[in-house]
């Protein structure tokens, strides 16, 4: 039974920062591509970043300079660090296994539960 488990979320100011951790079991972590998106409250999901299976990195444009993927194969964990977080960066964020790198929600294999990230005064 695959599962992906996030954690990390929670309420920050803007210009904060946080970090999202996702732990993976149940499938092998080094052959999927990682997946970050995200859904604000009245839209559809949206894609994030990804970290290929070998270390190879892709962002939305939106959270470029900004966001960062890292993956510990070793731990079976991906990352997200998000620093100068923005009010439009609330969302519930979604960690997602993939055999390809896709930005597309319809590519995704596996999903995690979610994550709900509030930036906010």
């Known amino acids: 039974q695959v599962q992906l488990v996030e954690s990390g979320g929670g309420l920050v100011q803007p210009g904060g920062s946080l970090r999202l951790s996702c732990a993976a079991s149940g499938l092998t972590f080094s052959s999927y591509v990682l997946v970050w998106f995200r859904q604000a409250p009245g839209k559809e999901r949206e894609f994030v970043a990804a970290?290929?299976?070998?270390?190879?990195?892709y962002y939305d444009d939106t959270v470029k300079g900004r966001f960062a993927i890292s993956r510990d194969n070793a731990k079976n964990t991906v990352y997200l660090q998000m620093n100068s977080l923005k009010p439009e960066d609330t969302a519930v964020y979604y960690c997602a296994a993939s055999d390809y790198v896709t930005t597309s929600s319809s590519g995704v294999r596996y999903w995690g539960q979610g994550t709900q990230v509030t930036v906010s005064s």
């Open positions: 970290t290929a299976r070998f270390g190879g990195t």
